[in-house]
């Protein structure tokens, strides 16, 4: 029984009953071990939930990580909408990994309540926001925009996509189709902000 195996069992029963209602128990249970043989692999039902999110992510991005993205060839010979649109539409699709969407249903549902959900929601939020101002840093050194603050900028960015793909899942959950077009809306009115003549000729 190795590592993975047990993370993705713990995954399948927290989508049946959620995280706070399973135990160390009924993991080693359902994957065939002794207890004392899931303690040897993992100290906590929460040390399995942190290392599921780590191991998952990396999955679902090819076993690439994020340290070693190459940000300069990324943006080359794009504007800066088309990187844009790129970066969010690859983490969308990493996102909407089989394995990935399940693992953030869990943890979105309980995030107001289970502080290791919340956590990862916040280190989620923190990786966003640290790879939007790697890839800002590789935009101002192609030339292709201008930030006065390239931190604030990536901040600004990264939060306002977060709150528009929470916007897109809550709404494709609810079949309202309210969502359709922010995000692009958003995307052009930070181009004309930030790559604007008056921005790229600096």
Same mark, same amino acid.
């Given at each position: 029984?190795?590592? /993975? ?39 906590? !039902?929460?040390?399995? $939930?942190? %290392? &599921? ?24 010979? !794009? ?6 649109? *790129? ?6 699709? &990493? ?13 979105? +549902? ?8 919340? %956590? $990862? ?26 930030? %006065?603050?390239? *931190? ?13 793909? *929470? ?11 309210? +969502? !359709? ?7 052009? %009115? ?6 604007? /003549? ?5």
């Amino acid at each position: 029984m190795n590592k /993975e195996k047990i993370i993705m069992v713990t995954l399948e029963l927290a989508c049946e009953h959620g995280l706070r209602s399973i135990s160390m128990s009924q993991i080693a249970e359902k994957a065939g071990i002794k207890k004392s043989s899931l303690y040897s692999h993992f100290s906590s !039902k929460e040390e399995i $939930i942190s %290392e &599921m999110y780590a191991f998952l992510r990396k999955q679902a991005n090819h076993n690439r990580e994020i340290g070693q993205f190459d940000y300069g060839s990324f943006v080359e010979g !794009k504007n800066l909408k088309q990187i844009l649109m *790129d970066t969010v539409l690859s983490y969308e699709k &990493m996102n909407q990994n089989p394995r990935m969407e399940m693992f953030y249903k869990v943890i979105i +549902s309980e995030k107001t309540l289970n502080p290791v959900a919340a %956590e $990862i929601m916040v280190a989620e939020t923190n990786t966003m926001i640290w790879a939007t101002k790697q890839l800002f840093y590789a935009v101002m050194a192609k030339r292709v925009a201008y930030f %006065e603050n390239i *931190d604030s900028a990536a901040i600004s960015f990264a939060m306002g996509v977060h709150a528009i793909l *929470d916007f897109r899942m809550d709404d494709g959950m609810a079949g309202s189709h309210q +969502s !359709k077009g922010i995000l692009e809306q958003y995307i052009d %009115e930070f181009c004309r902000v930030y790559a604007g /003549e008056t921005h790229t000729d600096r």
